[in-house]
């Protein structure tokens, strides 16, 4: 990677100190301007060219030996920021991205917190301190050099000028330098009264403005620079949450209660000749097997599970009847609202041509491979360490030091990898570390604590079914001069720990509302109105707190844009219009139209409108159809087109092809960004055609893989990706936004060969024969 | 105390002193310290623990310590020591051959994401190239999702980088076959 003096101001804001000289080594650590406080322990210690690691909390690292170290809050999620972060400071470096070394997420090791999906965010701290960092180099090596900043150029961690040069670790070697960057933000504390029960989900961001390269500047961004942390992975020496084992550690098995709202009567007793090491462990509804032996663990719980005596209780609707529960409920006013709502309620009464349809969900859950898992060590002092797979440890930190009641300095988080979990652990909770913290405590030691499937499909958040009514005004055209949607759905901001709420112990609360998450792709419809609802749980009252709702990939915008799209292909078939040529007709945005036409090459889609010629509702041989939606999110544009075959008598939907596009601004990492889209679609497809979560009136019971069933290798049909990259709009967040895409264009594509819209996920086969008979009958 | 159980792991002897009930899949994380292997669902629904017993994919969840007595299992970790072995490469050849093309091929098509399926999606991925060494994607797709007891499963949606890199790993072994 090479750079001759780029487009940036070669003047530096920040100036480095020397804190001393030091025989071996030498470092320039980048770290906070303002006091914080962190829990510096002596194995925080990096390696031999640290200097007083104990006390300095750094961003990076510039050391001696040439090496990097980049330290994060946030964490490798499987979107690959092990590739783009260290591309990122690179970038601005003039540094091999090689040669940097990712901390990620250990709360006594990481100066920002954040959370993990925050991509934008949370990228654009370690591209501004890199770009700090980089000034305050070349002061330096203007300094030793003898030549203005002006005539440096750096390539590759070499500062070059006058016709001399020193390499990055030259300009540091037998100094311990300090460089401060100025800050704003603060790290996460629960707050009763915030949306998401927590004051803060971003922690601390970089301020200022210093001077940045150029897109056109760019040599390592956009590169398919490899994500560091596969290696390991690929040879088994990753250790993962799952791996933590501590001297003296006990391994755990929860035994739940009987059904979701149960109290505990009387806690299973052990039979210690079978089972001579285990112990039961209680605190108020939190019941659990403890055992040095894990094998011992697993089958000492089921034994207490089996003789242990919970109260009865059903306060669930069931999830056939869910929906009804919801429009049985007094929905009050809106918790969210976006455009203009006497312009939108006026148009819609006085509009001669209205189409209107309600689309819906069941609740969907995020479903890892790998069961939730923690391992934690409550200290007699009251220091507690907790090794989890958490996306937001900040968050969690301060959630454990709640729900004990301690200062959130006795708390150290460390981050470890783990099943990929999209979402559930953003703000902060829903996982096993409470579980894991509170039986430690218990126990007085190391207690590691493994969810099964079953506990986990039963047990943990979920994201929460919705309703939605929908309606839009047609002028004589066919074009949409009016749209009001009104969404219906428990909230998904309720992150409470399982093992505190099932313990009694303090936690947060959240607001009981939800948000407008659509950016309006249509700016040539005139009013448009968009209103969001918000309750509590369902069973909110009971003794776990009822079906908590989360967060999950692409949230609120997933399931408002199935509603949103699926009646902007409403209106496109009343307007006998090809539904893509609808949408460039309702937008004057160039990304967007772009974006439409070279995906649609690229699937060589046949212009017509829907449903084809061919299309039935019933016979036993497959009718053809295809589909397309759009969506814009975090500065970026995305488009869908599902092709599927239907066997009406069966309802039986096959996918056979799906294209993507995407244009996310300038693209970092085009190979990374094609293996999150090409999987975002399956994770789509998945809850497309198969994901439901299945309650009667007590509890879950959708509880392993062939209940709550996940799409398989083979029904992935060919995924087709077009990407498109640009220089002018900065970046946009690619790692979201590809699973969305899927049911509007799916169910489009329904329709195109059927004739009949498919307005409730999942696509079954069931849901849609009852769908195409019904339709039949009225016919 | 058990009778010990004595079972091949990755080409090395090993004798444990455990339930002879106790899965596999614990044996191997906390006796011997393998790691590669996780668990999942366990009760085979998932692949996550998957590892090869006596050359045939087995799910460690659900298969007891004392069924492995005798036989040889291979994890992730073993994979390149298994290649070495089956090209018989001498020691020093072996030295430099690090990691099983399988290994290399996910790698290089940069497979996972979060990664915690993948230690099983490789190991069926050697199981299928032993039996057909140049599938087509649609025995690939047969082969992870019909292969008893059940589907491979990825939640992060890998599948079509799992494809790319068998058919990436095929071409590698035929062009390292002797």
Partial sequence: MTSNLDQRSSTSPLSISRRGFVKT???????????????????????????????????????????????????????????????TIAEELNVRPESITLIMGDTDRTPDGGFSAGFLFGMNNVRKVAAYTYQALLGLASTQLGVPVSSLSVTDGVVSGGGKKMSFGELVQGQHLELKIPVKGALPKPDPNGWVGMSSLDGITVDGDPPMKTVADFKVIGKSFPAGHIPDKITGKTQWSCDHTLAGMLHARMVRPATLGSTLVSPGTIDKKLFPTAQVVQKGNLLAVVSPSEWEAVQAALSVAGTSKWSDWSGLPGSDNVIKAFRDYNWDKPSGTKGKAAETTAALQAARRKISATYEQGYVRHAPIGPFVAVADVKADGSVTVWTHSAQSQGLRARIAYMLSIPFDNVVVRWMDQSGQYGRTTLGGDGAEADAVILSQLTGKPVRVQWTLQEDLAWSSVSPAWVSDISAALDASGHIVALHSAQYSPHMFDPRPLGALLAGLPTSTSKPGNWVATEWPYDKIANRLEDVYGMPN??????????????????????????????INEAAAAAGADPIEYRLAHTTDERMINLLRATAKAANWETRPSPHRGARRSGSTAVKGRGVCVMIRENAYWVGIAEVSVVPGSGEVKVTKFTIGGEPGKIINPRQLDRCMKSGVVMGLSEALKEEVTFDKSKVTSTNWSRYKILTMEEMPEIQVVQLSRDDKGFGGGSEAANALVSPAVAGAIFDATGVWPRKLPFTPANISALLKAKAAKA | MSDPVTLSVNGRKETVSADPDTPLLFVLRNELKLTGPRMGCGMAQCGACAVLLDGEEIRTCVTPLSYAAGKQVVTIEGLPELWAAQKGLSASESATTTLHPVQQAWIDEQVPQCGYCQSGMMIAAVQLLAKNPNPT?????????????????????TYSAIIDAVQRAAQAMKGAAR
């Fill in chain 1, 25 to 87: 080594g030498g470092a320039l650590f980048v770290s906070l301007a303002v006091p914080l406080r962190f829990n510096g322990r002596a194995d925080a210690a990096e390696g031999a060219t640290s200097i007083d690691p104990t006390t300095v909390a750094s961003w990076l690292e510039i050391r001696s030996d040439n090496t990097i170290v980049a330290r994060t809050g946030r964490t490798e999620t499987g979107v690959g920021i092990t590739g783009y972060y260290p591309q």
């Fill in chain 1, 538 to 567: 369902l069973a909110a009252d009971s003794a776990s707190g009822g079906l908590r709702g989360n967060i999950m990939r692409t949230p609120g915008q997933r399931q408002q844009n199935f509603a949103l799209e699926g009646l």
């Fill in chain 2, 137 to 157: 994607v649609a025995q690939i797709k047969d082969a992870f999702t019909n292969t008893p007891p059940s589907p491979h499963l990825c939640r992060c949606g």
